[in-house]
C-alpha cells in the first residue's frame, strides 16, 4: 500500500467516525450526565434556582465583576448567579465548575451566544454592550460565588 492510499483510508475512516459522532445523539440530559440539572418542575416562573451561599468578601475584581454582572447578566441568570426558573440556568452550579466550563466558555458564550445543551430554557442569545474583559471580571465574581458554594 503507497502513502496516497494510506492516507486516502486514514481520511475516509475519520470522516466515518465524525459523521458517526455528529449522528448520535448528544443531549447530556438525557443521557445520565453526571452533572443532570436540578428539577425545577415545583419552583414557580422566575423563581432562584440554586441557594446561593454569598462569600463574605469579594476581591476587588469580583466587586468589579459583580456590578457588570447585575448590570448584563442578572435580568436571565438571576441575583447572585442562582438563575431563574424557566428563564436562565443558575452559574453556581456543578454544571460550570471550572474543570467543566473554562472561564473562556464564559467569554465566548457572552459574545457568540451559546446552543442550549444542558438546560431546557432555549439558546442563549450573545449578550449585547459586554467586552471580554468585563466578561473575565464577572466570571471572576461566578468564580468566588462558586467557591463559597463548594464548587471548585
Known amino acids: 500500500m503507497n502513502i496516497k492510499q494510506l492516507t486516502l483510508l486514514t481520511l475516509l475512516a475519520a470522516g466515518a467516525a465524525a459523521t458517526y459522532w455528529l449522528a448520535m445523539p448528544h443531549d447530556t440530559q438525557d443521557m445520565g450526565h453526571s452533572m443532570t440539572p436540578a428539577d425545577t418542575s415545583s419552583l414557580g416562573s422566575g423563581a432562584p434556582i440554586a441557594e446561593v451561599a454569598l462569600p463574605a468578601e469579594l476581591t476587588a475584581d469580583a466587586q468589579i465583576g459583580k456590578r ?12 447572585n448567579a442562582a438563575g431563574q426558573n424557566g428563564v436562565a440556568p443558575p452559574l453556581v452550579h456543578k454544571i460550570y465548575e471550572p474543570s467543566h466550563h473554562s472561564d473562556m466558555a464564559f467569554v465566548l458564550a457572552a459574545r457568540n451566544g451559546v446552543r442550549a445543551h444542558h438546560w431546557r430554557f432555549g439558546n442563549m442569545p450573545p449578550v449585547d454592550g459586554v467586552t471580554d474583559a468585563e466578561v473575565k471580571l464577572i466570571t471572576q465574581y461566578v468564580r468566588e460565588l462558586q467557591r463559597e458554594n463548594g464548587i471548585f
Open 68 to 79: 457588570a454582572y447585575e448590570a448584563k447578566c442578572a435580568e436571565c441568570h438571576g441575583a
